[in-house]
């Protein structure tokens, strides 16, 4: 199968190539061109591999009614079956949609692949849209590494992604059950679930779960959270770094009143403080600043 670099090549640089069968006309209306053809929605199958599971019923209502107004603008991939069938490749919400919209044939383009292949094609036409969550990915990456013995590193180039986002998203199957459907349900962003992985077990994380939903809590919150539970001390704060801005301004108080001047800046206003060590000093600073 050809391979990309990135995501920005477009699908069809990783679907194999190849002309439609000439047995294909069979099932298929003729009259077509392009090696784009008229397939019944009927004989068309859902792709076992299809790694996402979940489809916003709103965006698939949105999709069917563009597809009543304008038909399927883009094809469907579809790879033939023995029986005449089709298995779909790539397509999986126009498919929906459009049986959705009464559509009893769709546009499609016959290639051949094998189980791999149409696991990593379905994969990458989700990532290529950011239509997975969190844990359908890890779940296809997972696919990906045990059934197909393929390494991180390997799943990372398919997808376009380094190697430590494919092994960070691995490390999400292990959170517990209540996580992981909180992180689906989009209670908890992925960040949440990557704080409470450093917990050792799945029922420490379930609690902490609860109390990050309960106090609205946020990342950085979270891992605070943990690590007090883990028994480890809170990380040190580091210091904002003062602006250029600032330090010329004390700068210049520095310069005319002689001594050392330490500015605080906030939001809404701030504090000057002016030191002096010795009393006439002190007579110096009031007479300049009256």
Same mark, same amino acid.
């Given at each position: ?17 190849g002309k ?5 006309? #069979?099932? @298929? ?25 979940? /489809? ?21 991939? *579809? ?6 069938? /089709? #298995? !779909? ?15 009893k044939t769709?546009? *499609?383009?016959?290639? =051949? ?34 059934? /197909? ?16 986002? @494919? #092994?960070?998203?691995?490390? !999400? ?7 992981? =459907?909180?992180? *689906? ?19 420490? =994380? ?7 939903l309960n106090?609205? &809590?946020?990342?950085? =919150?979270?891992?605070? +959270? @943990?690590?007090?539970?883990?028994? &480890?001390?809170? +990380?040190? +704060? ?14 210049? &108080?520095?310069?005319? +009143? ?14 000057? #403080? ?11 600073? !009031?007479?300049?600043?009256?």
């Amino acid at each position: 199968m050809a391979q990309r670099k990135g995501l920005g090549k477009g699908l069809d640089a990783l679907i194999p190539g190849g002309k439609p069968s000439s047995s294909v006309s #069979t099932f @298929v209306s003729s009259g077509n061109t392009g090696g784009v053809q008229q397939v019944a929605v009927e004989l068309i199958q859902r792709n076992p591999h299809q790694p996402r599971v979940h /489809f916003k019923e709103e965006d698939l209502a949105d999709l069917a009614a563009s597809i009543r107004e304008h038909g399927v603008i883009q094809p469907l991939i *579809v790879l033939m079956n023995n029986d005449g069938t /089709f #298995t !779909l490749i790539a397509g999986e919400r126009r498919l929906q949609a459009s049986q959705r919209a009464g559509l009893k044939t769709v546009p *499609v383009i016959h290639r =051949q692949a094998n189980n791999q292949e149409l696991l990593e094609i379905a994969l990458i036409e989700n990532v290529q849209r950011s239509d997975l969550n969190a844990m359908e990915e890890a779940e296809a990456y997972r696919h990906l590494v045990d059934d /197909f013995g393929l390494s991180h590193e390997m799943v990372a180039k398919r997808v376009g992604k380094s190697r430590v986002a @494919v #092994t960070n998203t691995l490390r !999400l199957l292990g959170l517990a059950d209540t996580v992981k =459907q909180s992180l *689906v349900d989009g209670r908890i962003t992925e960040g949440h679930a990557r704080a409470l992985l450093a917990l050792s077990t799945q029922k420490a =994380q379930a609690s902490a779960l609860q109390m990050v939903l309960n106090l609205s &809590l946020s990342v950085r =919150q979270t891992e605070e +959270l @943990v690590r007090k539970l883990a028994g &480890l001390k809170p +990380l040190k +704060l580091a210091k904002p770094v003062r602006s250029a801005d600032v330090s010329d301004v004390e700068k210049r &108080l520095q310069k005319s +009143l002689g001594t050392k001047v330490a500015l605080k800046y906030g939001k809404k206003g701030g504090t000057v #403080t002016i030191y002096y060590y010795s009393d006439e000093e002190l007579d110096s600073l !009031l007479n300049k600043l009256t």
